[in-house]
Nanobody, 130 residues
């Protein structure tokens, strides 16, 4: 069973950048698709981005396309979220999550299915000041 620990959150001004990391324990990290989700106060948790088990394909919510980049290093059991041009509306708790991926998948909808991720980190706070 994979366990996830996020880091890298903090306070940043509008237009700034942050890089989140999600470190996974366990030897089967490369079997999992990885996603980042966020939850702002009073709102439901929403999909941000995800990456396939191999890192070969990535998917993004429209709200972050062109500003955020997801990547992974299977040798280090880590997934990253580079966030640039941050906006106050990006303020949220960001959580990484994992779901097993048995075969190649290309549909964005599969990666955005929040309920299908069964392993979650504790979350890290990102606050963007205006």
């Amino acid at each position: 069973q994979v366990q996830l620990v996020e880091s890298g959150g903090g306070l940043v001004q509008t237009g700034g950048s942050l890089r989140l990391s999600c470190a996974a324990s366990g030897r089967t990290f490369s079997s999992y698709a990885m996603g980042w989700f966020r939850q702002a106060p009073g709102k439901e948790r929403e999909f941000v981005t995800a990456i396939s088990r191999s890192g070969g394909n990535t998917h993004y919510a429209d709200s972050v396309k062109g500003r955020f980049t997801i990547s992974r290093d299977n040798g280090k059991n880590t997934v990253y979220l580079q966030m640039n041009s941050l906006k106050p509306e990006d303020t949220a708790v960001y959580s990484c999550a994992a779901r097993i991926q048995y075969a190649p998948v290309y549909m964005s909808s599969w990666f955005a299915e929040r309920e299908q991720y069964n392993i979650w980190g504790q979350g890290t706070q990102v606050t963007v000041s205006s």
